[in-house]
């Protein structure tokens, strides 16, 4: 059995602790942590934040958010009240250059692990990286954890990391993506490299093209604001979906060293063929959602949930065609596709096989259709690798494909640790494997550069498409001109 490294006494101060991201995710993950036995007796979680709050008034916003967002069977009242006595607030404006840190000072064991989680806009990392410095609360043992996007373009992106590493060095930063730490995930490096037939199929030989999908039923919701300054391809596509390329297309590393792991990330960014401006508009494709229906029910456009009345030129969709130069993935497209409003929540790749080079059954026996194997993220976590077979039964033969498929859920019995209650211990046990390196986060800004400068300089908006729909229209000509089309599972 592989041994599990404990959890050290740690000191966890949440920046923005009575905004949504805290009360939705990150308290939720701690107390699962604690109900589970992971947080040893001692740790404090310290809530910071401008508003003017007391322990037991933050505490019962902790309650409220708990209450609403851990699921009723998991809520031990008895469990809750101790959890909560681990929680503590400051009432402190981080950002402020003349606040006052004494009452996080005096809370604070000099001895422990701190993890200092910026649950805020990114512009407020640097300050806050440079008041936690002059109030002398940055030892050995810190870790600070920065929420994406980092920055909006290669430019701000390097001003954020230059600002933060001044304060903190680079082993010592942690910049989550929430899917890096999916069980799915991070059972894309067991499939890789612990299956013989998975890795000697894992080249141009065998696999015609690569689909990565992040679809989402809800629309901007409360970030409207924030959204509409950033888009799909900067809040989604240069993020989360580049760094699920990056798993799938990764060499061997020579261990599983966080910085090992990640070196061997860097290299497929920087393998990827940069998309010149004359070929942008035939290889990326840009949406906004229209008014529709979604589940059944009427939805608005962009704009009503902007509450604008003149046009935004924000992407709400985007689809676009990537290539690595690489000779395991020559001529092997990665189609990658996001947007808001679909018709159904679904994360997930697919990795497409070849066809076979001609079939020895007649045509009676059924339509040809190549393997293919499909990596399920969410909402139910998993993986099914369609195979041709036999339709059981005498009269003939007919070919159909089956599904060998493993649902996680069913096939270990357990309930899945959320991707934040994973990432925040391995934070606080200093395991950076699932963490985004500096050089990542540049590497992914300097290859979407050229896609945003197209994009700012041009005539055509957005692409529109009605809420509910698969996007426009022109998504389903980027793949379907190579003679491929998306996985129809998912739509």
């Not at 604690?34 to 001692?42: L, T, V």
């Not at 799938?248 to 860097?266: F, G, H, N, Q, Y």
């Not at 041009?458 to 793949?479: N, Q």
Request: charged share 25%; proline share 6%; aromatic share 8%.
């Amino acid at each position: 059995m592989a041994k599990i490294i404990p959890v050290p006494i740690f000191d966890c101060v949440v920046f923005g602790a009575t905004g949504d991201l805290t009360l939705r995710k990150l308290l939720p993950a701690l107390y699962y942590r604690y109900r589970d036995g992971q947080m040893p007796a001692g740790a404090r979680i310290v809530g910071a934040a401008r508003s003017v709050l007391s322990d037991d008034g933050y505490r019962e916003k902790a309650r409220q958010a708990l209450e609403e967002h851990v699921l009723p069977d998991d809520l031990d009242p008895a469990m809750l009240q101790r959890f909560l006595g681990c929680v503590h607030y400051v009432a402190i404006d981080a950002a402020s250059d003349g606040a006052d840190w004494s009452g996080l000072r005096l809370l604070l064991d000099p001895a422990r692990v701190r993890v200092f989680y910026l649950a805020t806009a990114p512009y407020l990392y640097g300050s806050i990286c440079r008041n936690l410095a002059a109030a002398k609360l940055v030892t050995q043992q810190s870790r600070v954890v920065l929420e994406k996007p980092i920055g909006r373009d290669l430019a701000s992106a390097k001003e954020i990391n230059d600002s933060v590493g001044a304060v903190f060095a680079e082993a010592q930063t942690y910049r989550i993506d929430h899917f890096l730490g999916k069980e799915t995930v991070q059972n894309l490096l067991a499939l890789r490299f612990a299956n013989t037939i998975f890795e000697r199929l894992w080249t141009s030989d065998a696999i015609d093209h690569v689909q990565i999908t992040v679809a989402e039923t809800v629309g901007v919701e409360g970030r409207a604001g924030y959204y509409d300054t950033s888009g799909a391809l900067r809040d989604m596509l240069q993020n989360h979906l580049l760094q699920l390329l990056c798993l799938i297309a990764m060499e061997p590393p020579v261990s599983l060293d966080a910085d090992r792991v990640r070196d061997e990330k860097l290299k497929v960014l920087r393998a990827l063929a940069p998309i010149p401006a004359h070929r942008i508009a035939a290889c990326t494709v840009r949406g906004q959602y229209g008014a529709g229906a979604v589940n059944g029910q009427p939805v608005g456009a962009y704009l009503a949930d902007l509450g604008a009345s003149e046009p935004s030129g924000t992407e709400t969709f985007v689809a676009l065609k990537a290539e690595l130069q690489t000779w395991r993935w020559a001529n092997v497209p990665f189609y990658l596709r996001t947007g808001k409003r679909m018709p159904r929540k679904v994360s997930e790749i697919v990795v497409q096989f070849k066809d076979r080079p001609f079939s020895l059954f007649p045509a009676s026996a059924g339509a040809r259709q190549p393997n293919r194997l499909v990596i399920r993220l969410q909402p139910e976590e998993g993986m099914r690798l369609d195979v041709m077979t036999k339709d059981p039964g005498p009269g003939g033969l007919r070919l159909s494909p089956t599904g060998l498929d493993i649902r996680f859920d069913t096939a270990f019995g357990i309930r899945f640790p959320d991707a934040y209650e994973r990432l925040l211990m391995d934070c606080v046990r200093g395991d950076a494997t699932l963490f985004m390196r500096r050089d990542e986060v540049e590497a992914a800004w300097t290859w979407v550069a050229p896609i945003l400068e197209a994009w700012s300089t041009a005539v055509e908006p957005p692409r529109p498409y009605a809420a509910g729909s698969w996007g426009p229209t022109a998504s389903i000509a980027l793949i379907e001109r190579d003679g491929r089309t998306w996985n129809e599972d998912a739509t």
